[in-house]
């Protein structure tokens, strides 16, 4: 049974950093490409970043370019998120998941499944 676990998340105030990560178990994690997705209350869940199975191929949304980098340790099994120049509206629940599939132009929610809990992140003014 696949399982992935998010943590990190917490209360900072806008400008600051925070690093999530993601330990997932149950598959064989480097057969997979790993993505960041964020829901806030009454919004949809949009993807912020994902990642392909090596760690060679990323892709950023516009909101978040420049700011966030993910990377990946395929030997523990675990996705990471480093997220600097935090914004108000960075504020939401942020999940991670696995998919088959790699695309560098975009994240298809419907691609990726075995979610997990999420873990809430806050930025403060």
């Known amino acids: 049974q696949v399982q992935v676990v998010e943590s990190g998340g917490g209360l900072v105030q806008a400008g600051g950093s925070l690093r999530l990560s993601c330990t997932a178990s149950?598959?064989?994690?480097?057969?997979?490409?790993m993505g960041w997705f964020r829901q806030a209350p009454g919004k949809e869940r949009e993807g912020v970043a994902c990642i392909n199975w090596s760690g060679g191929g990323t892709y950023y949304s516009g909101s978040v370019k420049g700011r966030f980098t993910i990377s990946r340790d395929n030997a523990k099994n675990t996705l990471y998120l480093q997220m600097n120049s935090l914004k108000l509206e960075d504020t939401a629940v942020y999940y991670c998941?696995?998919?088959?599939?790699?695309?560098?132009?975009?994240?298809?929610?419907?691609?990726?499944?075995?979610w997990g809990q999420g873990t809430q992140v806050t930025v403060s003014s």
């Open positions: 149950g598959l064989t994690f480097d057969d997979y490409a």
């Open positions: 998941a696995a998919s088959r599939f790699f695309r560098p132009g975009a994240m298809v929610l419907d691609d990726f499944g075995d």
